[in-house]
């Protein structure tokens, strides 16, 4: 936000387990593309495994490939995406939120 606050804009929610290595991220409903296909888990799975594949040269990629690999982001259902970490991370909303990230 204006005062450098995280907010959520297409996320209802981000919880992670007691060792804090496996995180949910709960989608907001309604959330539609710009041809009104509704956003999904797949998507965001599907987004963050893009941005993990060296090949592609994501500007992300060296933010998030120390966290993860592909393998451990995961599609629950169509509004739960759950990511594993290869450790403990308290800061994975900042870097998701963060501008690094924007395709």
């Known amino acids: 936000d204006k005062d ?11 919880t992670h387990n007691s060792d804090g290595n496996i995180w949910k991220i709960k989608l907001k409903k309604g959330v539609v593309w710009h ?10 799975a599907y987004t963050i495994q893009y941005i993990l594949n060296p090949d592609n040269k994501a500007d992300a990629y060296p933010n998030l490939a120390p966290l993860l690999e ?34």
């Open 4 to 14: 450098g606050n995280l907010y959520n804009k297409l996320a209802d929610d981000f």
């Open 35 to 44: 041809d009104g296909a509704p956003f999904t888990a797949k998507d965001v």
């Open 70 to 103: 592909p393998k451990g982001v995961r599609a629950l259902d169509a509004s739960t995406v759950e990511i594993e970490l290869k450790q403990p991370y308290a800061l994975l909303p900042q870097v998701l939120g963060s501008k690094v990230m924007f395709l």
